[in-house]
């Protein structure tokens, strides 16, 4: 049935939306192209919650009734209405990830690009987002992120293609080693300006 919308995402955003409505929210939708869209959303409508959605600066689009996620401020889709772009720097931000990173790690699975820069983000950073599987550009500079980023499993990142991952500007004071894991795609790492010895920047 998804082919009939192929030309039309709104459409397919509709009938997604009043299904949701309409059904149970604790009942999986039976429209299995619906399943992507409702997980996803549901990602952003948390995201939201936590980081104080109601106080940032721009927040246009966002949770309106009959609105459609993908052209929520912030948020970039795919054809298929798949989530590929979370860009919301510098938009005051506040809260943690760490309730959010099994959402992360399991929903937006199409995800390309995270950018969280210059926001007020405390508590751990989820080593979940680093093992998106097509994650390539992570930036979550100039945060209040601390302590030891939690261990992302040097046995998985074999299999992810991020490119760049920026954390400078950060309270972190370890990294799980090694990040030699991401070598075979990683071409920029930024851990400037955080609470790490020096050995951990050679």
Known sequence: MKFLFSDRPE???????VFHTITSSSTPPSLSFCGPWTEEREVLVSLFASTSGSNWFNS?????????????????????????KLSLP??????????????????????EELS???????GKIPGSLFLLRK???LDLSNNYF?????????????KSSIEEINLSSNLLSQLPEPFSAFQDTLRVLNISNNLLPYSALI
Not at 61 to 76: I, N, P, Q, Y
Not at 148 to 158: K, M, Q, T
């Open 90 to 111: 510098f938009n005051q931000l506040t809260g943690s990830l760490s309730p959010n990173s099994s959402l992360f790690l399991d929903r937006l699975q199409y995800l």
């Open 60 to 84: 246009s689009r966002w949770l309106e009734a009959f609105s459609d996620h993908c052209k929520w401020f912030g948020v970039t889709c795919n054809a298929d209405l798949h989530v590929i």
């Open 135 to 137: 994650l390539r550009v």
């Open 11 to 17: 459409l397919l955003f509709l009938v997604c939306f």
């Open 146 to 158: 601390d302590g030891i980023l939690n261990d992302f499993g040097s046995s998985n990142a074999s």
């Open 116 to 122: 969280l820069q210059g926001n007020k983000l405390i």
